[in-house]
C-alpha cells in the first residue's frame, strides 16, 4: 500500500462497507478505524500465511526453552488460528464500541 486508493471499484466497495457500519450503528468517528483494521487483520494474515511454513528455528546452542515449547505444540494450522484469534478480538472490540454508543 504505497499510494492512495482511487480505483472507482474498490472505491465503491469501501463505500458499501461504510454504508452498512454507518447503518449499523457506528460513528461517522470510528467508520475508518474500523475499516482500517480490518485491512490490517485481512492483509496481515495474507502475508502470513504466504509466508514459509517454518517461521521460527530456535538454532542449535540458543537458549529458548519456553519458544520452543510453544512452537512444538502448535500444529501445523497456527496462522489459521492466528487469524481466527485476531478476528474474534476484533469482532469483540467492534461489539464493544457499538454497546458504547448506543443511547
Not at 475508518?32 to 487483520?41: A, E, K, Q, T
Not at 485481512?42 to 521460527?56: E, I
Request: net charge negative; hydrophobic share 50%; aromatic share 4%.
Amino acid at each position: 500500500m504505497t499510494s492512495p486508493v482511487r480505483a472507482p471499484k474498490v472505491l465503491a466497495q469501501y463505500e458499501r462497507v461504510a454504508e452498512l457500519l454507518l447503518d449499523a450503528g457506528f460513528a461517522p468517528s470510528a467508520v475508518m478505524p474500523v475499516i482500517s483494521g480490518l485491512d490490517n487483520i485481512v492483509l496481515g494474515s495474507a502475508l502470513d500465511m504466504s509466508a514459509p511454513k517454518v517461521m521460527w528455528e530456535v538454532a542449535d546452542g540458543v537458549r529458548a526453552p519456553r519458544l520452543s515449547a510453544a512452537l512444538d505444540a502448535t500444529g501445523p494450522d497456527r496462522a489459521d488460528q492466528a487469524f481466527e484469534l485476531t478476528l474474534a478480538g476484533f469482532l469483540a472490540h467492534c461489539r464493544e464500541l457499538l454497546e458504547r454508543q448506543a443511547p
